[in-house]
């Protein structure tokens, strides 16, 4: 999770991963920008989506769509495997829609996953795959469907519409481990800078910040994110029927 996350956003779409244009560079860059299809990934999808979430945040032409998300659409993504079922449509690494990509990163995923199944079943046994491919998976894909539910949902501001989740205990897992990057909000602000500078400008508008701005751009603590997560599906709910009516 914590590579699909680092490679397809810091090295695909953002290129901050390996800098520089000789040619040990461009070949890593190569290696880092096609890793994630080992775990079914579509990078030239996601850069492609990733694109317009930047340039048109918050807006119908931002692909990432996660400004509103209603928990019926939420609570399907976290059904066993929803990542590879069509009826799934709360995703940003892949799309439904099968393209050359697509089913590189599938054939490429299949043979990673088929190498490993026999490794582990001729070594560690059947229980064993069980957790690292099929709960390992689902649980990865769940915890991304939790940081993009909370990262923009509901932010109005179409330039400052995020949220820093923060060095809390669910900020470090949903965010995918450190390099995962849980302050989103800093990354919108300046999306040039790597991770490390990121969290350091983190730090710095946290500073700077009144208290009211705190409550509306920072998630300080877990339970902090856990009441934000209930109040923001039921916000959802109460728009949708408001909207219905």
């Not at 990509?101 to 064993?128: A, E």
């Not at 509901?154 to 669910?170: A, F, P, V």
């Amino acid at each position: 999770y914590s590579i699909s996350n680092f490679c397809l956003h810091e090295g695909g779409a953002h290129k901050r991963i390996i800098l520089g244009d000789g040619i040990i560079e461009k070949v890593l860059s190569k290696i880092f920008f096609n890793l994630p299809r080992v775990f079914f990934a579509d990078p030239v999808f996601y850069v492609s989506t990733h694109s317009s979430h930047h340039n048109h945040l918050g807006t119908s032409k931002d692909k990432a769509f996660t400004h509103f998300v209603l928990p019926k659409r939420f609570l399907l993504s976290l059904i066993p495997l929803a990542s590879a079922l069509p009826f799934c449509d709360y995703k940003i690494h892949a799309s439904n829609k099968m393209s050359a990509s697509k089913l590189t990163s599938d054939i490429i995923g299949f043979i990673f996953i088929t190498i490993h199944i026999f490794i582990m079943i001729d070594y560690m046994g059947v229980t064993s795959l069980i957790i690292f491919h099929l709960f390992s998976y689902w649980v990865a894909f769940s915890l991304d469907r939790l940081r993009e539910t909370t990262e923009h949902n509901l932010m109005i501001n179409k330039k400052y519409g995020s949220r820093n989740i923060g060095h809390n205990l669910i900020g470090f897992i949903i965010g995918g481990g450190f390099l995962g990057q849980p302050f989103h909000l800093s990354h919108h602000l300046s999306p040039s800078l790597p991770w490390y500078f990121q969290v350091h400008l983190a730090y710095k508008i946290k500073g700077l910040l009144s208290d009211e701005q705190r409550n509306y751009f920072l998630i300080e603590s877990s339970f902090e994110y856990l009441k934000q997560l209930r109040q923001i599906f039921k916000k959802n709910v109460s728009l949708a029927n408001s909207i219905n009516s």
